[in-house]
């Protein structure tokens, strides 16, 4: 049953979450915490297999500081994976999708103004902020992305889809630009700028609350138990029509291998950057530079690559898309120069914006009628974040034990190439299997 609208208002609505929530992975967890973390986390030195890294004690245990970084982000996916399918179920089935919305919203804003006061002396508490921005990041989009059914019919989905990614990248751009001036003309602490995206976000995200449409459950209310179980019956449910829905099916497994590499190059990207390039001593501005090229023409990729599926198809678009990807891959094994990075940055902006969008509204165009946004919708990001688990981890674990990021870049050319051919197989029109 369709019940969507074509109201502009909750369109544009719903796509202001992106304007205010694309802050965070834009100065959290792509550009300005990165390096500060990279500076500041460190108990020590060490040699691993001739390279000097940095060293972290957590609960007792030595890490490389970035490993942990990645381990860090890699639990947080944990979490999501693991809480989205009860959440999401129970928010179908009661129809408050906006209120868990809120709940990560503001669990997400509260933890990145918390990072203002990460501090070596209290390092595990430090980086409990870290996984509870990311959480609440991540989670908040399980449920924004469920209203994109209700708001517009499949035929508009790219266009509406790749209108929010452009408007984040746009939104972001403006308060990483101020955070950038305030550093480096009034010698602002990096510190402030985590405050700032916490403000951002909960304070635009209001504008959604607005317009987003009133929900409607799908069952009579009944005990809660019965509510909080019905989140599996839910998911459970979903899994069996997937199973039936052929071209759906292959195409989540080949999203499930591809976003391990696509999610693992946002989070790792300055990371690598930062350790990898040779920079001018002490200098971090190019780093900056380099995220708001990702960022600008991130935009732009998203819009051009919309454009382009109108006139092929959202399968033939993501197969370029990842093609580009492994292109990506090999040639940052190799780089060292700043300028290198600058141009490598340029095309990933490109298609990051693009596959994002894109992946999004294909699988939003694949899904069979239903009211079950939310369950559909968490079943989609849980294989993401399964995905991220295994790709942060790797990254991390490779670097661990070589002592060398570079290392863990070749893994990524592998999750790109594995989700092209999977995408291969991916039917262009539904077959619905039967018993």
């Given at each position: 049953m369709k019940f969507f609208t074509k109201d502009s208002k909750q369109i544009n609505g719903w796509a202001f979450y992106d304007w205010a929530n694309s802050a965070y992975p834009l100065v959290i967890t792509s550009a300005i915490f990165p390096i500060y973390y990279s500076k500041v986390a460190s108990h020590g030195k060490k040699m691993i297999e001739g390279e000097v890294v940095d060293i972290v004690n957590f609960f007792g245990f030595e890490f490389i500081n970035t490993e942990l970084y990645s381990y860090a982000f890699s639990f947080s996916f944990l979490l999501v994976s693991l809480m989205a399918p009860i959440?999401?179920?129970?928010?179908d089935y009661v129809g408050n999708k906006k209120l868990f919305l809120k709940f990560f919203c503001y669990l997400g804003s509260v933890s990145c103004i918390s990072l203002y006061?990460?501090?070596?002396d209290r390092f595990e508490l430090s980086v409990l902020s870290i996984v509870l921005a990311s959480v609440g990041f991540w989670g908040s989009l399980v449920f924004y992305n469920a209203f994109l059914p209700e708001i517009a019919?499949?035929?508009?989905h790219d266009r509406i889809s790749a209108k929010g990614y452009s408007w984040g990248y746009i939104g972001s751009v403006v308060l990483m630009l101020g955070n950038v001036?305030?550093?480096l003309v009034f010698d602002m602490p990096a510190k402030y700028a985590f405050v700032t995206v916490g403000l951002w976000w909960a304070g635009f995200a209001q504008i959604t609350y607005i317009h987003l449409p009133k929900e409607r459950g799908i069952?009579?209310?009944k005990a809660f138990s019965s509510i909080v179980f019905n989140g599996y019956r839910e998911l459970k449910n979903v899994w069996r029509e997937f199973m039936k829905l052929v071209r759906l099916k292959r195409y989540l497994l080949s999203y499930f291998v591809y976003s391990m590499g696509v999610q693992t190059v946002m989070l790792m990207a300055v990371i690598f950057g930062n350790k990898e390039i040779d920079w001018p001593e002490g200098d971090t501005t190019g780093l900056l530079i380099a995220v708001l090229i990702i960022q600008l023409i991130g935009a732009v990729g998203a819009w051009f690559f919309a454009r382009l599926s109108k006139k092929t198809s959202n399968l033939l678009v993501l197969k370029i898309i990842l093609f580009i990807w492994v292109f990506i891959c090999m040639m940052a094994y190799y780089i060292h120069k700043p300028i290198e990075f600058y141009i490598l940055a340029a095309v990933v902006g490109f298609v990051m914006g693009g596959v994002q969008s894109m992946s999004r509204s294909t699988?939003?165009?694949f899904l069979p009628e239903t009211k079950d946004h939310a369950s559909y919708f968490s079943f989609f990001d849980v294989l993401e974040k399964i995905g991220i688990v295994i790709g942060?981890?790797?990254?991390?674990f490779i670097q661990g034990v070589t002592g060398d990021m570079r290392n863990s870049v070749l893994v990524?050319?592998?999750f790109f190439v594995v989700g092209f051919l999977l995408l291969l197989f991916v039917p262009k029109n539904e077959r619905i299997r039967t018993a």
């Open positions: 959440l999401s179920g129970i928010a006061f990460f501090n070596m019919p499949p035929e508009e001036v305030g550093m069952k009579e209310s699988y939003s165009k942060t981890f790797l990254f991390g990524l050319i592998l």
